[in-house]
């Protein structure tokens, strides 16, 4: 059985599925800030590093009552994740305050459990070595360490823009575990063009990511499994909604119903 | 041994190992040393600084953050202080660093020796290039693909101190709507001022794509729609296909690619129903041309709309209190002026000129280099119309085309005709940073530095709603032998005997800041907003230009120009027609996805990864149609077709996509890449071959929206 802690400080993520238009500057934001390496062919979806991925929903309906969304999908980093107690090394950990899940390169033997247990695929394998065209490794960033074949990774919200904001607040003396709205947001959502996505802690009532979490049209994707995930989505559509459900049209859902009993 | 003594030996042995950190030490070591091999690269230690500088990649003219770590550009981040960025970024954009070493770089001069390029130096390329432009004389064109720098200003000065008048833009949505402006009369250049709308009609422009500052028009949809607050601008989309804007807009309206101008002036007819006027010079004869061309049947059968649902737009329109129209091409090029006309006369209907959220005439840039050829000569020329007739043999092919920040091998329509016209240029000159297909075919290519290695200026890009300027200096030197393009053109000029008046660029773009002081303006900054100074939202304290752009700022000004002379005698030229079909019955609508490059750059490494495998997978990519539209053709999800029109063809499989309307076949433009590297290679083919330039309706200029192609 798993057992959840809470944190004083919950980082989290709102992002409005009716104004994520799909660009993809937050993938390729993504990329960038975290040294993921290029790839010349990505046919093959389960070989390619997309830590951030955006999805492409469609009502089903047909021209010209179609519908369309896109669904940015960044690690949830759920509150009561699956991929934590399945690891049997201790290499991803929900164990510091902020409930970012971790993932430690250097722990991880690659045996892809935690990948199997994910309900949401935000991890990756490295099936191969990072590769760099020819002189791009000079414009890797200090954020992020580079991954060798073997290892799992995903997304940790930029982690290190936490810790510097973190850093920030103690030299210019404001409180480090009270940090201001803006302080701190990973780099997706600094890029987003149209502002889809906004973050910050769940736990403060003053934070905007705090109210929209209890708004209406506000939804965890896939929810009934139990997961209690840091991201929400929200959407003025019902059809979207539903879909964040895996909802098949005829009121099932496909797999099992009910959960949050794993681990 | 005793049994107790072995018992002693295996317990003792046990224990021992348990208690000694050397089997722990040797595990963990192994897991580091099995992930530290010295193949994979190590990131640097170290602070990092955020240094400012600008993307020109895309037409959205952000002003960006590059992050740099020893001095070495790593991420490049939107800059929240810079007017048309807001801090966000487009997809390409977020990539410039990287592309300081993509594989595609030019690493130096290169010159054509048979059927290669050979490697030669500056002063060996310089006096090449010198050679070959004494023995051209004024026999010489130019085309740029950059309207806001002073780059292009150098290039038509040349050109024109050598005697010829060829001096060319590639196609693009500002051309277009920089000669529509003219036409109706209007002074400058126009700009919109969305971000003080309340409602925005976009039609066929892919406001949050390809047209103009697309990354500001993104930040004013966000900042009007904040998550579960109020909502304070509407957005409706009219487009052939349910594309990422539309798919966020509070309406979408699904019309034909070609046909935005009977769609606008469709709307304007319910508008002068209901008793709209401009009260300006040419109303009469527009509000005759649009009763008689523009009836709601002619223009149903041009659209393929209902009357009712054009009315409803307009009555939108009519309702809302600050509307805007934004007309153009849905794919960034090829409209023509009709469209942009038309939502220019939709606008002064609505009376929105110099209006808050509406349309103001802004000044064009000051002239500093010597000779330099007006904004206005440039746009009467059309590189389309040039190039069809030296591929026709009806014009002579120039002794030398300087080709600028253009790659017009790959971005021409009927690329296959265009490519043979420029194979007929004596001597064709690529200044450009990659080797992109252009450059592979030119006998003599020039390595230009990125933004981020050079001194560059931007003159308010196509959309914005006020003057600004920005300027980026070097954030480090050229990582390989790369010139400016503009001080390589300055020293051949003056080798020349042609004086243009500056030694270097940076001068040059030192001139132009000296000359926009006259118009006044501020720095722009989180307390100085443009739009809010509009509408007389806060007084910034006034700055010099100089001391602006040096700050990394964006250099605003409010400066218009007088407007009176605009008239709508030629807002609605020709009639509604509907599209001609016979042979070729389907309508093609290219699709402009920033992510998967521009008419500048290809797919940047990083941006593979966002191509869905239902857009491009194994080689090839997709051409999306609805499920009607492919079981009349007898096709399907998955299968392979030739889409052809009359000047070529293009291999694609079929996505069934409903979002596309009925009778059109939607193709993403941006693949095909025949130049640049594995990264943009071996993916699909090149959309625009199949894209076929016909005459606009009277205007008589070349115009490729709405090519109409068939399934082979």
Known sequence: MSVQREFHTKWGMVIDLDKCTGCGACMVACQVENNIAPTPDASDMTRVLTWMLVYKLENKQKFPNYDVAYLPRPCMQCENPSCVPVCPVVATTKDEEGGIVSQIYPRCIGCRYCMAACPYHVRYFNWFDPQWPAGMEKTLTPFSSTRPRGVVEKCHFCHHRFMAAKEKARATGGEPMKLAEDAYIPACVEACPTGALIFGNLKDPTHQVAKLSHSKNAKRLLERLGGKPQVYYMSKRQWVLDMLDNDLGDGSHGGVTGGGNHG | ?712
């Open chain 2, 1 to 712: 041994m005793g049994r107790r003594a072995f018992i002693g030996l295996v317990v003792g042995g046990t224990a021992g190992t348990l208690l000694t950190p050397i089997p722990w030490k040797l595990t963990d070591d192994a897991s580091i040393w099995s992930q530290n091999w010295p193949w994979i690269p190590r990131v640097p230690n170290g602070d990092f600084e955020l240094k400012p500088s600008l993307s020109k990649l895309d037409n959205s003219g952000v002003g960006v953050n590059v992050v740099t770590v020893k001095g070495r550009p790593c991420a490049v981040y939107g800059n929240p202080e810079h007017p048309l960025s807001r801090g966000g970024i487009s997809s390409l954009a977020v990539n410039e660093a990287e592309l300081l070493y993509s594989p595609s770089r030019v690493q130096s001069p290169l010159k054509r020796e048979g059927d290669s390029l050979i490697p030669i130096s500056w002063d060996d390329a310089k006096a090449l290039l010198a050679e070959k432009l004494k023995a051209a004389g004024s026999d010489v064109a130019c085309v740029s693909g950059d309207d806001t720098g002073s780059g292009t200003d150098v290039f038509s000065a040349f050109v024109a101190a050598a005697g010829s008048k060829l001096c060319f833009y590639m196609p693009a949505e500002q051309v277009d709507a920089g000669r529509a402006w003219q036409r109706l009369g209007g002074q400058g250049m126009v700009g919109y001022d969305i971000e003080n709308a309340d409602m925005v009609l976009a039609i066929g422009a892919d406001i949050f794509e390809s047209w103009g500052t697309h990354v500001r028009n993104a930040q004013a949809f966000n900042k009007a729609n904040p998550m579960g607050g109020e909502q304070a601008m509407r957005v409706v989309y009219a487009s052939p296909i349910k594309n990422r804007g539309a798919a966020v807009a509070d309406a979408w309206v699904p019309v034909l690619p070609g046909s935005e101008a009977a769609l606008a002036l469709g709307i304007a007819y319910h508008l002068i129903q209901g008793g709209a006027t401009s009260g300006g010079p040419g109303f009469e004869a527009f509000r005759s041309a649009v009763r008689s061309g523009y009836s709601p049947e002619k223009v149903q059968q041009a659209t393929g709309l209902t009357p009712e649902q054009v009315a409803d737009l307009a009555k939108r329109l009519a309702s809302a209190k600050r509307p805007l129209v934004i007309a153009g091409s849905s794919f960034g090029q090829g409209g023509g002026q009709n469209a942009v006309a038309a939502g220019l006369a939709l606008n002064l209907l609505l009376g929105r000129l110099n209006k808050a959220g509406g349309i103001y005439a802004l000044p064009e840039a000051p002239a500093v280099v010597q000779g330099s050829m007006p904004r206005r000569q440039i746009l009467a020329n059309d590189f389309v119309d040039y190039m069809l007739k030296v591929g026709a043999e009806q014009t002579k092919a120039p002794a030398v085309l300087l080709a600028y920040e253009a790659n017009p091998a790959y971005a021409l329509p009927q690329t296959e005709l265009m490519a043979q016209a420029l194979d007929k240029v004596g001597f064709l000159v690529s200044f450009s940073s990659f080797m992109d297909e252009t450059a592979a075919m030119a006998d003599l290519v020039l390595p230009t530095p990125l933004v981020m290695e050079r001194t560059e200026d931007m003159y308010t890009p196509y959309g914005s709603g006020w003057v600004n300027y920005t300027v980026a200096t070097p954030v480090i030197a050229p990582v390989f032998d790369a010139v400016p393009a503009a001080d390589v053109l300055l020293q051949v000029a003056s080798g020349l005997g042609h004086n243009l008046g500056f030694e270097s660029f940076e001068d040059v773009v030192k001139a132009k800041a000296e000359a926009l002081n006259a118009m006044g303006g501020f720095a722009a900054g989180a307390k100085a907003e443009p739009w809010k100074v509009r509408v007389g939202g806060g007084a910034p304290s006034s700055s010099g230009v100089s001391d602006a752009v040096q700050a990394g700022k964006a250099w605003v000004s409010m400066a218009t120009v007088n407007a009176s002379g605009l008239s709508l005698a030629k807002a609605a030229a020709g009639q509604a027609a509907a599209p001609a079909g016979g042979e070729f019955p389907l309508v093609l609508a290219p699709l402009f996805e920033l992510n998967v490059g521009s008419s500048k750059v290809a797919i940047p490494p990083h941006n593979v990864s966002t191509i869905r495998d239902t857009e491009a997978a194994n080689g090839h990519f997709f051409v999306r149609m609805n499920s009607a539209t492919a079981s009349k053709y007898g096709t399907g999800q998955g299968k392979q077709v030739t889409i052809a029109s009359k000047t070529g063809s293009i291999k694609a499989r079929v996505s069934i996509d409903e979002g596309v309307m009925d009778g059109v076949v939607a193709a993403p433009l941006g693949f095909g890449h025949t130049a640049w590297d594995k990264f943009a290679q071996n993916k699909g083919d090149n959309v625009s071959k199949v894209l076929t330039v016909a005459s606009e309706p009277g205007v008589a200029a070349p115009f490729w929206a709405g090519s109409m192609v068939k399934i082979a």
